[in-house]
């Protein structure tokens, strides 16, 4: 079933040399690093898979850009380009640069949330049900239940499960729904991507109940490529008309542009009309991401978040990209590896509930299939499980998480195919002594986003 790998749509001009220590030194150096992958060095890895946030390469046009960025500290040019092309891509009145993703959430959420409301979602990214939670509200998921069986190929996993987002609503009373949060792609269901019909079936639901449509799109181009390839009736439709049509159902928009916009550092807050909402987030932003027409960014860093912007929806690129992803899920399907599938757009979640059955959830399987794959190839991953989710706020007890996925994401436009390669073969090697593989314990933690820092170890001893 393996699929043909899409070929790179440029050459390269730099290169970053890497380097492949032996599995006896990092061994050392994960023992070191108290098993969490984020305390490595990342030059003792040798493909970092981590994150595919702010790891992207960018062009020669972007980094042209940076020279000619503008360093203002107020109205400069490269401000006016960006302004001027987000607002063409996503027809919103107000945008807002400010420097990542959970800037954007900082800045909006606690106006829109508090103590005693609620945050529904498909499914909150990590710093999203921080910033909900941090604002004194909670944070409920609501993904349609398909999204919890890995082997079961949907075309969009990622979706609003509709009928329970009305209940909820209906529950809880819409007064006390502050938002509802439409993430694009689904990150933690596995990169899934949410069709356009879901998108405005919420915002439906939205308008009956008079609650804001929030539109987490660090991943928008990729869903939209999704809607492109997998929804009747946008075969023909571009990829920005696409674009235009989704974010057209919401409200507002919080954005990390260290994804799809091809940059590595950068975040996006749009608001489509609502002025008066958009004062109170100006004076927020001065505050906390300083003057306006910066946003705690570097004048070139707006210029190359312009310029990625336009290539993040190019058609070319996206079919690489996804290709990519593609290519190596169908590797893991010739050797029967459970991933959540279908791919989704940037990255490969293995399903380490499935590859470890003999570990529980509180034993973190995820993590423990993450250090595996550091110790086998040099491959840097994350847990997107129960490690990552955490503890209960009220009770304090371990949450189960779905699903205990470990992720390979891929960054844009930095690995081969050999690369990729070597991927599928180290976790064809795990699969292979998977009995032999153990669980861990923590044995720190901080209160929150608990994953990036804590300390944690073999449950064996070893
Ligand atoms: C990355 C991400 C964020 C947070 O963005 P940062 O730039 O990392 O602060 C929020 N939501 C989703 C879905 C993301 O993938």
Redesign the pocket.
Known sequence: MSKKYVAEPFRIKMVEPIKMLTREEREKKIKEADYNLFNLKSEDVYIDLL?D??TNAMSQEQWAGVMKGDEAYAGGSSYFKLLDTAKEIFDYKYIQPVH??????KVLFPVLLGEGKYSISNMH????RAHVELSGARAIDCVVPEAGDPAKRVPFKGNMDLEKLEKLIEKHGSEKIGVIVM?I????AGGQPVSMQNIKKTAEICNKYDIPLNI????YAENAYFIKQREKGFEDKSIKEIVKEMFSYADSF??????DTIVN???LLGIKNNEELFQKLKARTISYEGFLTYGGLSGRDLESLAIGLREGLNEDYLEYRIGQIQYLAGRLDEAGITYQAPAGGHGIFVDAKDMLPHIPYYEYPGQALAVELYKEAGIRTCDIGSYMLGNDPDTGEQLEADFEFTRLAIPRRVYTQAHIDIMADALIAIKEKAQKVGGYEITWEPEILRHFQASLKPIDGE
């Open positions: 994150t946030s702010g990542q993703g959970r800037a954007a959430e990214f990590d710093t999203t993430t792609t689904n990150n933690s987490d799109a660090a991943r919080t954005m990390s542009a260290k994804k550092m950068g975040g």
